[in-house]
């Protein structure tokens, strides 16, 4: 028995330190991809999308708290990997951590389900995670810029603005998408696959048409979610809005497309205006899609069990608990008990 339960305290460290390292890769990793593309507003280098608040939102939503470590650690190797450590390095790791960490327990103190199967679901994840926690970050990383220097005070809330949308799409693009991956217990049929295959191929032609086109054609891209969010509800909408993000983002950085000619300031607003329409209407329709189809199911449940009651009623057969529907007209009469 003691070395039952001293191989049980073995393992609950080793478990932790796995579960801390996966965090920290995943957020490592993520991080990566997101440096990859950048603008400058007012001398300040951001990421249009940053994907490790997705990947630390979801992380914290499936692992509890424990995977805090695994976040500060991860955004620690970012920063290595991006300049030397400074005092001020603490504060932006602090930040960065702080921010999923409050969007966890927001949504953990509103009743947050993970399955985004509910309308509430999604406005949660929307204004209280992504919205309200990451200024979190946006404040921090902001304000140390003007602290140090480089960043003068008229600017800040440009700056402000940009990181602070930027680690919003994370959590509305990348959140979702790893939620349902985790959530995903069979493989749709292979009809649903041949239809899944066709939208993918669509895809594969109108975003990047949309997304790089001379004209500004980015209002192609809707009607093509619309499709796919009341055919795959939310599992091919946060996918397609995904794709269509990367490929705008893409092509806003290179200046091409719908992107051409503006100022840097402009690029940021017209591609996370699209950017954050497209997560919204993913998210939101879908959501609004799958409770209402919820609620229809229940209905017919409801009726269908009221149907079985009365058909027993009708054939005087016995009620479940033994009861005869007889002795359930009669009660109440003298002498009936």
Not at 230 to 247: E, K
């Amino acid at each position: 028995m003691a070395a039952v339960v001293g191989t049980e305290d073995l393992r609950r460290p080793v478990v932790f330190a796995l579960l801390t390292s996966a965090v920290a890769v995943g957020y490592y990793a993520s991080g990566r991809l997101g440096l990859l593309r950048q603008l400058a507003v007012e001398g300040a280098v951001v990421t249009p999308i940053w994907p490790p608040t997705g990947v630390a939102v979801a992380c914290l939503l499936i692992l509890g708290l424990r995977a805090s470590l695994g976040i500060a650690l991860g955004a620690l190797l970012v920063l290595m990997s991006l300049t030397v450590l400074r005092p001020s390095s603490i504060a932006i790791l602090l930040g960065n951590t702080a921010a999923p960490v409050c969007g966890y327990l927001l949504l953990r103190k509103v009743g947050f389900r993970t399955d985004l199967a509910r309308l509430r679901d999604g406005l949660a994840l929307v204004f209280l995670a992504a919205l309200s926690a990451m200024a979190v970050s946006a404040t921090v990383g902001a304000g140390l810029l003007i602290l140090d220097g480089k960043l003068g005070a008229g600017d800040f809330w440009l700056v402000w603005m940009a990181w602070w949308v930027g680690d919003a799409m994370g959590v509305l693009i990348v959140t979702p998408v790893l939620l349902l991956l985790h959530g995903l217990r069979r493989p749709p049929p292979l009809a649903r696959w041949k239809e899944a295959l066709l939208l993918a191929v669509i895809a594969c032609v109108v975003v990047p048409l949309a997304t790089r086109a001379s004209i500004s054609m980015l209002f192609l891209v809707y009607p093509l979610l619309i499709w796919v969010v009341l055919r795959f509800r939310l599992a091919g909408s946060m996918l397609c809005a995904l794709f269509a993000s990367v490929m705008a983002t893409v092509s806003a950085t290179d200046g091409v497309g719908p992107f051409a000619g503006l100022t840097p300031v402009e690029v940021m607003i017209k591609l996370q205006a699209f950017n954050g329409s497209m997560a919204l209407t993913a998210l939101l329709l879908s959501a609004v899609i799958t409770e209402q189809r919820n609620t229809r199911r229940s209905v017919e449940r409801a009726c269908q069990e009221l149907a079985e009651v009365l058909e027993h009623l009708t054939a005087g057969d016995t009620l479940p608990g033994g009861r005869r529907p007889l002795d359930e007209g009669r009660r109440g009469e003298p002498g009936v008990k």
